[in-house]
Nanobody
Framework: QLQASGGGLVQAGGSLRLSCAAS????????MGWFRQAPGKEREFVAA????????AYADSVKGRFTISRDSAKTTVYLQMNSLKPEDTAVYYC????????????WGQGTLVTVSS
């Protein structure tokens, strides 16, 4: 129901844009988030956007470099990643939660981002 794409190999300082497309159900009243998991590490929060797209939040480690957005139809969420660093290397997952809940219940399959130094 959530399909993440856009990962790949990029040099440090480069950019990538991840996409997360929803299918099979509507996520129009869902907050959307991006998380990542690096090898040997716990999954961590990266960014989130409310269902109205009126508010965003970012991890300190990506603030000022990453931008989360969603299209007006609320079917696709994007993560624009600029000034990438080797420590951004991870599998990136998109997730959705009903705006009334605190738990992300729907998860995409993940897309690998590798940043070379």
């Amino acid at each position: 129901q959530l399909q993440a794409s856009g990962g790949g190999l990029v040099q440090a300082g480069g950019s990538l844009r991840l996409s997360c497309a929803a299918s099979g159900r509507t996520f129009s009243n869902y907050d959307m988030g991006w998380f990542r998991q690096a090898p040997g590490k716990e999954r961590e929060f990266v960014a989130a956007i409310t269902w109205t797209a009126g508010s965003t939040a970012y991890a300190d480690s990506v603030k000022g470099r990453f931008t989360i957005s969603r299209d007006s139809a609320k079917t696709t969420v994007y993560l624009q990643m600029n000034s990438l660093k080797p420590e951004d290397t991870a599998v990136y997952y998109c997730a959705a939660r009903n705006y009334r809940e605190s738990t992300y219940r729907y998860w995409g399959q993940g897309t690998l981002v590798t940043v070379s130094s």
